[in-house]
């Protein structure tokens, strides 16, 4: 049973500090990439950050970079997004997302997402 399950989020005071964990199974991780998604109310689901299958790629959304920060732990099967100096407007509902593609074969994947709530 392929399962990605986010947790990290929570509510957070502007400037503070967040760290996203997703923790994947049932499905070989490590041929994955990955990407963290956010959605907040009203809009449309967009992406924060991506990371290739082995970690050497890493892509950014504009307004995250410089305080954020994806990486992976492959043994661990485990994906992270660290983001720092959060701000109002970083309130959503945070995804993770695994993609696999070996044509023709194309996989994917989301995990149910975790709340994140910056708010003084």
């Known amino acids: 049973q392929v399962q990605l399950v986010e947790s990290g989020g929570g509510l957070v005071q502007p400037g503070g500090s967040l760290r996203l964990s997703c923790v994947a199974s049932?499905?070989?991780?490590?041929?994955?990439?990955m990407s963290w998604y956010r959605q907040a109310p009203g809009k449309e689901r967009e992406l924060v950050a991506s990371?290739?299958?082995?970690?050497?790629?890493?892509n950014y959304a504009d307004s995250m970079k410089g305080r954020t920060t994806i990486s992976r732990d492959n043994a661990r099967n485990t994906a992270y997004l660290q983001m720092n100096s959060l701000k109002p407007e970083d309130t959503a509902v945070y995804y993770c997302?695994?993609?696999?593609?070996?044509?023709?074969?194309?996989?994917?994947?989301w995990g149910q997402g975790t709340q994140v709530t910056v708010s003084s």
């Open positions: 997302k695994a993609v696999y593609v070996q044509l023709p074969v194309v996989r994917v994947y």
């Open positions: 049932g499905f070989t991780f490590s041929t994955f990439s």
């Open positions: 990371i290739s299958s082995t970690g050497g790629n890493t």
